[in-house]
């Protein structure tokens, strides 16, 4: 019984591989303009290859002092 199921398994995750490689996903994202170059605006994404994107989160600061 547990060699069927295992087989069963193995099936199925087989088949959930194949159907999520139909997945695309399109990113478009515009230069910086003159204003937004001269003001220090961070680019959203980082383009690392055309099938890798980065999209950094800035560290915030954080307020770690105890208010009694």
């Keep these: ?5 295992n ?3 193995q099936l199925q995750q ?3 591989r194949k159907s999520n490689q139909n997945i695309q996903v399109y ?5 910086l303009n003159a ?3 001269c003001i220090r605006s961070a ?3 980082d383009v690392l290859n ?3 994107i980065l ?3 800035p560290r915030l600061e954080v307020d770690e002092e105890v208010y009694v």
Aim: no cysteine; net charge positive; proline share 11%.
């Design 1 to 5: 019984m547990d060699t069927s199921n």
């Design 7 to 9: 087989v069963r398994l």
């Design 14 to 16: 087989q088949q959930a």
């Design 27 to 31: 990113v478009r994202v515009r230069p």
């Design 35 to 37: 204003r937004e170059r």
């Design 43 to 45: 680019e959203v994404v």
């Design 50 to 52: 055309p099938r890798e």
């Design 55 to 57: 999209t950094p989160h």
